[in-house]
């Protein structure tokens, strides 16, 4: 997969270099390029932004500059790719978008910054035949785009093979069953006066098994009902309907 993120702060996108992240670009498992939004300014200022039409508050970003730089980075063509635009008007964000989203060549991320970007340049590429996502990753509100890139290249790049070190911890991490992930303990057995709880100590798989689906099932029920009330009829048994 290749992934590119054009943005006024491409320094914003410094961490995609470190860690799990950037182990995998050097193992060649994906690419990330950024791109700076003002390469594709032809005044001396780099004007990125101006004044909205009907008025209002703020500035909206220029469709001209967006148009240059998406026609370089994401032309039109052949090969498929995604225009995502984050956005607090965009659709969530979830754990099905990461999956979804890990099986594309191309992703390109769009930042805007002030008050969002011309809603032309979204026609304008969506008439170019490239699919484009407006989502959010939650909703408060928060002032560009940057942050939520760094979020959904995170939860894609990891579903992407040979990121994660064990394939076993994508498969089984939070949502994937549609619930949220139980309580974890490691040594020592007692902390703080704080034990762990003996049966993860006994090495009865199929107890530790029940275990972790009733602390999963616990915490959703109060953490999250609504992820309870969207499970398909069939996901819970008689065992899990008695949590
Ligand atoms: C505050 N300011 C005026 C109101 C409209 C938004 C604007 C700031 N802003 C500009 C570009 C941009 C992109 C994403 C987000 C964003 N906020 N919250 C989310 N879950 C986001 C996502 N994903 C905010 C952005």
């Not at 498929?80 to 060549?105: C, I, K, Y």
């Not at 989502?135 to 928060?142: Q, R, T």
Request: hydrophobic share 45%; with cysteine; glycine share 8%.
């Amino acid at each position: 997969m290749r992934i590119d993120v054009v943005t006024i702060f491409p320094a914003y996108l410094d961490p995609l270099r470190e860690a799990l992240l950037g182990r995998a670009v050097e193992r060649g498992l994906l690419e990330i390029a950024v791109h700076d939004l003002r390469r594709w300014t032809h005044d001396v200022h780099q004007a990125v932004d101006d004044a909205p039409y009907g008025g209002g508050p703020g500035m909206v970003m220029r469709p001209q500059v967006w148009g240059e730089a998406l026609d370089e980075v994401l032309p039109a063509g052949p090969q498929p790719a995604r225009l995502v635009v984050p956005t607090p008007a965009g659709r969530p964000f979830t754990q099905t978008t990461a999956r979804a989203w890990a099986d594309e060549q191309r992703l390109v991320f769009a930042c805007g910054r002030y008050e969002g970007i011309d809603e032309r340049v979204l026609l304008d590429a969506r008439a170019r035949g490239i699919e484009v996502d407006e989502v959010s990753i939650g909703d408060y509100v928060l002032v560009g785009g940057e942050v939520a890139v760094l979020v959904m290249v995170e939860a894609v790049a990891r579903l992407l093979p040979g990121v994660l070190g064990n394939p076993r911890s994508a498969a089984e991490d939070s949502f994937s069953d549609g619930l949220l992930e139980g309580p974890s303990y490691t040594r020592p057995e007692t902390w703080r006066e704080l034990a762990v709880p003996d049966v993860l100590r006994g090495g009865n798989h199929a107890a530790i098994a029940r275990w972790r689906r009733d602390r999963a099932l616990e915490r959703t029920r109060d953490r999250r009902p609504d992820l309870l009330d969207a499970l398909p009829p069939d996901a819970l048994d008689a065992a899990d309907r008695a949590v």
